[in-house]
Nanobody
Framework: QVQLVESGGGLVQAGGSLRLSCAAS????????MGWFRQAPGKEREFVAA????????YYADSVKGRFTISRDNAKNMVYLEMNSLKPEDTAVYHC?????????????????WGQGTQVTVSS
């Protein structure tokens, strides 16, 4: 496991942008597939995006594809989620997660390391 800490959440108007950051306290370059999940009030945790160990492959939920971009900087042990054209339905607590055995990158149970979450609120 690796410790993960998210930052960058906040309040933004619909159509605006935010960039979330996830700092890992350890190397993630060759070990972890990294992902972002979110959970809105009254809803189950939802897959948002994931990125392969080298950053060459990315995965996105249909609901965010074309608006969000996941990236990683292995030299800095950082993962990012750039969110553009935000919608009120994007409002949720966003969690960074790492999987060293990524049997299913879109499934939360595949991840063994989780950040505490950062709140993203999008107003109409």
């Amino acid at each position: 496991q690796v410790q993960l800490v998210e930052s960058g959440g906040g309040l933004v108007q619909a159509g605006g942008s935010l960039r979330l950051s996830c700092a890992a306290s350890g190397r993630i370059s060759t070990t972890y597939v990294m992902g972002w999940f979110r959970q809105a009030p009254g809803k189950e945790r939802e897959f948002v995006a994931a990125i392969g160990r080298s950053g060459g492959i990315t995965y996105y939920a249909d609901s965010v594809k074309g608006r969000f971009t996941i990236s990683r900087d292995n030299a800095k042990n950082m993962v990012y989620l750039e969110m553009n054209s935000l919608k009120p339905e994007d409002t949720a607590v966003y969690h960074c997660a790492g999987a060293n055995v990524p049997f299913a990158v879109r499934i939360s149970t595949a991840y063994d390391s989780w950040g505490q979450g950062t709140q993203v609120t999008v107003s109409s």
